[in-house]
């Protein structure tokens, strides 16, 4: 049986699927991970072992090229124990600086004028979200850049996310703009350091450049507020594809009071998005789930789609229906498209950013009669993934 990397090399988001079938079908069972043995978790019980820092780790697991390229070199993600605790309190005290009333009103405004304007009576859907959601974090966290510089950042942006897939021209241009990224941004610390830029007080670089990380690392945790930002693009299109496809949501998306209806049906989008098909861990110490042992030093693979899509959670997982989220908050560890556990761990602090995000976008999208016209097919081997031309909308005739 092969190795699970060689899996997600080939199939992406159907490798665990795969693997989890050719190796009995266990929703928890035991398999190889980088030549090592791995222990796949692939239920709620599951996520709550693999988010209990006392039994497993996170530094050095991701191998460093792809944790260079998406996080950047001594980022938050890699640590662990009083390090993580420590800097997640810094990046989490950068991401709520954010406004996100106003984040998510700038959103909606920008994303409804790009929808108004459709040049050429059509408009890429990812890459206007893209550049969209670029702007208004850039403009929200006190950087504030001509229209065609923030649309340059915002891609570059969108192009490390794409590189951490396994498209060898896509990693290479990520690796780039990753270099480029860097550079800017430790340089933007350094300049609201020196008082060369007026920052915005209390916002999301004034709380980096106060910090006492250096300008280098500070950069880095600046990205990693702004880089998951622009990454709801992925998650933005999707929901307008999941939009056309059920038209008998339009009008209560398009309702300005209709923001809990809107939420349920971003949750849906979440749910069941190919987004990030897994997390990976190591065991510190010696545990055992599902009648499966854990022994120190195995890897620990959470199975995201797999939880995001248990029946025992969601009747009829593979079915569209964001009424599941209507009065219902899903728990920290039964819905983790971005992650799970306690947000003092190693959970997303942006979830919240996301939400809104696809909530500012479902609204702009269903006041206008629009339509998907290119192929609403996905492939799902390409991490991460999109629907074909990264789906383009035009008035519906």
């Known amino acids: 049986m092969s190795d699970l990397t060689l899996q997600l090399l080939r199939h992406g988001y159907d490798a665990v699927d795969r693997d989890r079938s050719s190796r009995g079908?266990?929703?928890?069972?035991?398999?190889?991970?980088?030549?090592?043995?791995?222990?796949?978790?692939?239920?709620?019980?599951?996520?709550?072992?693999?988010?209990?820092?006392?039994?497993?780790?996170?530094?050095?697991?991701?191998?460093?090229?792809?944790?260079?390229?998406?996080?950047?070199?001594?980022?938050?993600?890699?640590?662990?124990?009083?390090?993580?605790?420590?800097?997640?309190?810094?990046?989490?005290?950068a991401v709520r600086s954010l406004d996100l009333d106003e984040l998510a009103e700038d959103v909606?405004?920008?994303v409804t004028a790009r929808l108004s304007g459709l040049p050429g009576g059509r408009i890429e859907?990812?890459?206007?979200?893209?550049?969209?959601?670029?702007?208004?974090?850039?403009?929200?966290?006190?950087?504030?850049?001509?229209?065609?510089e923030s649309r340059r950042w915002?891609?570059?942006?969108?192009?490390?996310?794409?590189?951490?897939g396994f498209s060898p021209a896509a990693y290479a241009r990520g690796c780039r703009e990753r270099a480029r990224l860097d550079r800017w941004a430790a340089a933007l610390v350094c300049d609201a350091r020196a008082g060369r830029t007026r920052t915005p007080r209390g916002g999301v670089l004034d709380v980096l450049a106060g910090?006492?990380?250096?300008?280098?690392?500070?950069?880095?945790?600046?990205?990693?507020?702004?880089?998951?930002?622009?990454?709801?693009?992925?998650?933005?299109?999707f929901a307008l594809l999941a939009l056309d496809a059920a038209p008998e949501w339009r009008e209560r998306l398009a309702d300005p009071a209709g923001e809990e209806e809107r939420l349920a049906f971003a949750q849906e989008v979440r749910r069941t998005t190919p987004f990030v098909p897994l997390l990976a861990g190591r065991a510190r110490r010696a545990a055992s789930h599902?009648?499966?042992?854990?022994?120190?030093?195995?890897?620990?693979?959470?199975?995201?789609?797999g939880i995001d899509r248990d029946p025992m959670?969601?009747?009829?997982?593979?079915?569209?229906?964001?009424?599941?989220?209507l009065g219902r908050t899903p728990s920290a560890y039964d819905l983790v498209p971005q992650g799970g556990g306690p947000l003092r761990g190693h959970r997303c602090p942006g979830e919240d950013v996301a939400l809104r995000l696809m909530s500012s976008t479902l609204r702009a999208a269903s006041q206008r009669p629009l339509e998907v016209v290119s192929s609403r097919a996905v492939a799902a081997s390409r991490v991460p993934t999109l629907p074909a031309g990264g789906l383009v909308l035009a008035r519906q005739r």
């Open 25 to 93: 079908g266990g929703t928890t069972y035991e398999s190889r991970l980088l030549g090592r043995r791995a222990v796949v978790l692939g239920d709620a019980a599951g996520a709550c072992l693999f988010y209990d820092e006392g039994a497993v780790e996170r530094a050095g697991v991701v191998p460093p090229p792809l944790a260079w390229l998406l996080f950047g070199r001594g980022a938050v993600h890699g640590l662990d124990d009083e390090d993580h605790a420590r800097r997640k309190e810094l990046l989490v005290a």
């Open 108 to 110: 909606r405004l920008r």
């Open 125 to 148: 859907v990812f890459d206007t979200l893209a550049t969209a959601y670029g702007a208004a974090v850039l403009h929200s966290a006190g950087i504030d850049l001509p229209a065609d």
């Open 154 to 164: 915002s891609r570059r942006m969108a192009a490390v996310v794409d590189g951490f």
């Open 211 to 237: 910090s006492d990380l250096d300008h280098r690392t500070a950069g880095i945790e600046l990205l990693n507020v702004l880089r998951p930002t622009v990454a709801v693009a992925w998650l933005g299109a």
């Open 290 to 305: 599902d009648g499966v042992p854990v022994e120190p030093g195995d890897r620990v693979v959470l199975d995201v789609l």
């Open 313 to 325: 959670v969601y009747p009829h997982p593979h079915l569209f229906r964001p009424a599941r989220f």
